[in-house]
């Protein structure tokens, strides 16, 4: 028996309703972790810098020697450079400077090699052309989706490698990842939400993403495709 249209959309309403709960949850963890690194590490940081100066202030007002007051210096130093270190840590994870600077395919290269450290298995990346003239937030859209992508597939202890081939033109992006962790990792649980997710990106970008048991050797195979807009392949 066919779903009826009514079904279908009560289908379409739910798979939006999951995607925007997981988002939803997901921004709520970002914005507790962000409120506990500025409250606790960038205020305590400042704070102790402000409160080295004072202690400069004081030895100098004292008649303080070199040697304490250059004690104090080396402290201010060391803690300033620990607490703009904080900063280029939070910047990377709000959006990562290296796909405003230099494009979406070194990014791709430091999220392969970031993922990569946590995952005992082969994790390759292979970029062929020049990618397509896509804005920033596109940019930001697109890295998003692999790196839930790669993440869901590295954590599984049945997939022992990922091979990830990104061919680009002026047209298109076409980006596929083969594994052989299965199909039934796009089954568990939680990949309803991930994948909801993911979909909901792609669908803000356009694009279009085709999970199938269709790699070499029989392993599985995620397809992405995403094309800019007129207006930025203008640009």
Do not use: Y
């Not at 104090?72 to 904080?86: E, M, N």
């Amino acid at each position: 028996m066919h779903p009826t249209a009514l079904e279908m959309e009560n289908n379409s309403a739910a798979m939006l309703l999951q995607a925007l709960s997981c988002l939803l949850k997901e921004e709520d963890a970002q914005r507790v972790d962000l409120a506990h690194l500025l409250h606790k590490d960038m205020a305590g940081g400042l704070v102790a810098c402000a409160s080295l100066g004072e202690m400069m202030r004081h030895e100098l007002a004292n008649g303080g020697d070199t040697a304490s007051v250059g004690k104090l210096l080396g402290s201010l130093d060391a803690t300033l450079r620990q607490t703009l270190q904080l900063v280029r840590d939070m910047t990377e994870k709000q959006f990562p400077p290296v796909l405003k600077a230099f494009g979406l395919h070194v990014a791709l290269q430091q999220l392969v090699r970031n993922v990569g450290e946590n995952f005992a298995g082969s994790l390759v990346l292979h970029i062929s052309g020049d990618e397509p003239s896509f804005d920033l937030a596109s940019r930001l859209n697109l890295f998003r989706i692999m790196q839930a992508l790669l993440k869901h597939c590295v954590r599984f202890a049945n997939t022992s490698w990922v091979e990830v081939t990104c061919r680009a033109s002026a047209e298109k992006l076409e980006i596929t990842i083969d594994h052989d962790g299965g199909d039934s990792i796009w089954k568990e649980t939680m990949a309803g939400s991930e994948l909801a997710v993911i979909e909901a990106r792609c669908a803000l970008l356009g694009s279009r993403m085709q999970v199938m048991g269709a790699g070499p050797g029989g392993s599985s195979r995620v397809c992405l495709m995403a094309l800019p807009s007129p207006q930025q392949s203008a640009a």
